[in-house]
Nanobody, 122 residues
Framework: QVQLVESGGGLVQAGGSLRLSCAAS????????MGWFRQAPGKEREPVGA????????NISDSVKGRFTISRDNDKNVLYLQMNNLKPEDTAVYYC???????????????WGQGTQVTVSS
């Protein structure tokens, strides 16, 4: 069974940076699109970014575009989210997910991690 484990969250001041990692088990990691989502207190889970299986196609939410970068290392089965210039509104639990598809546009998010807390203070 596929297992996803997030790490790298923590407490940071506004303007700071964090790098989240998602370690994935299972074979054929490069065959599947991966994504980051987040959920703030009292709000529904929202997408942050996604990346195609080969890493050649990415989508970033308008709310974090220019500040966050999604990437992957298919040799290590790891998904990353580099977060720069963090803002208090970025405070949330961040989750990684794996699609059953290679491409982003037809993503079917099948597997989820337990999440990692990111808290940005002002």
């Amino acid at each position: 069974q596929v297992q996803l484990v997030e790490s790298g969250g923590g407490l940071v001041q506004a303007g700071g940076s964090l790098r989240l990692s998602c370690a994935a088990s299972g074979r054929m990691f490069s065959s599947y699109a991966m994504g980051w989502f987040r959920q703030a207190p009292g709000k529904e889970r929202e997408p942050v970014g996604a990346i195609s299986g080969g890493g050649g196609d990415t989508n970033i939410s308008d709310s974090v575009k220019g500040r966050f970068t999604i990437s992957r290392d298919n040799d290590k089965n790891v998904l990353y989210l580099q977060m720069n210039n963090l803002k208090p509104e970025d405070t949330a639990v961040y989750y990684c997910a794996r699609s059953e598809t290679f491409i982003i546009s037809a993503a079917r998010w099948r597997y989820w991690g337990q999440g990692t807390q990111v808290t940005v203070s002002s």
